[in-house]
């Protein structure tokens, strides 16, 4: 029973703790693109924006923040609301993938932690992709290899077209060091590669904009320096920025303190964020 209303209890924190910010308005990447095509989504049940300029992202964002408006109104204060439910379940999604290999209180502990890293603390009610998207990649990796992993990937991938990282680096994983194919990790690459068609459909391009494309991939995937750069850039913010220093070395000296047999990383997971670091070292203007 404790088990079923935890999440409740981590969403009902995470509103207490974001209190004074739940009626912020619109500010950054959200002003500019996202709530815009969400109202394109809630007001003409548009798919593809059409007041602001389409950049090919996929619509799960769009089509939960109209589901969201249309029961609350729209509102800062109910998109924020929104938003902090996909931020409860990354934070109990980290605390299911701790517990399977660290005792109860240090994976709350590390669920904690992850709720109050100054990153995720700050997008936690913000309108954009990436943390819905770390919700769902985290409760994949909980859900293993099977339909169900699949499906959350799916899911991923429809809120943003990067989660397919995640299904091709597993998919190449097994290939590589089990000598097996699971074709449970193509159904997020066809369900993202339908997205693709119906936006080229209706669009004619394949990925975004003219401008979209050279501003994240035409003018930045040929500069080797560049690449090298954002790669040590990319690091520094993985490990070390703005806070994350500190649970870099905690992770350490638990992993140290624990036994590092019984609290390793598995491979795929280090092969997962080794893909996205290469990934978005060589493309993203950002």
């Not at 690449?227 to 990319?234: G, S, V, Y």
Request: glycine share 8%.
């Amino acid at each position: 029973m404790r088990q079923r209303w935890a999440p409740v209890g981590v969403f009902a924190a995470l509103v207490a703790l974001h209190g004074p910010l739940l009626r912020l308005p619109y500010f950054w990447d959200e002003a500019g693109y996202y709530v815009f095509a969400a109202l394109d989504c809630f007001r003409h049940g548009w798919v593809i924006p059409r007041s602001t300029l389409a950049n090919g992202h996929p619509p799960l964002l769009s089509l939960y923040l109209a589901a969201a408006w249309a029961v609350g109104g729209f509102h800062p204060i109910v998109t924020r609301v929104a938003m902090l439910v996909w931020a409860a379940a990354l934070v109990w999604g980290v605390y299911r993938l701790a517990a399977a290999r660290l005792p109860p209180r240090a994976a709350m502990l590390a669920a904690g932690m992850v709720a109050l890293t100054p990153l995720v603390f700050a997008q936690s009610t913000l309108a954009q992709l990436d943390l819905p998207v770390a919700a769902l990649v985290v409760w994949a990796l909980v859900a293993g290899d099977g339909w169900g992993g699949a499906a959350l990937l799916s899911a991923a991938c429809l809120m943003k077209e990067t989660a397919v990282i995640v299904p091709l680096t597993l998919l190449a994983w097994e290939a590589v060091r089990h000598r097996r194919f699971n074709p449970r990790w193509l159904a997020p690459v066809a369900v993202l590669g339908g997205w693709f068609l119906f936006y080229h459909h209706h669009t004619g391009y394949w990925f975004g904009n003219p401008q979209y494309f050279a501003y994240n991939l035409a003018s930045t995937a040929l500069s080797a320096p560049r690449i090298l750069l954002a790669l040590l850039r990319r690091s520094w913010q993985l490990a070390i920025y703005d806070g994350t220093g500190l649970l870099t070395l905690l992770a350490l000296v638990a992993w140290w303190r624990t036994g590092r047999e019984r609290s390793r990383v598995p491979g795929q997971w280090w092969a997962i964020i080794a893909a996205y670091l290469a990934f978005h070292a060589a493309v993203g203007g950002a």
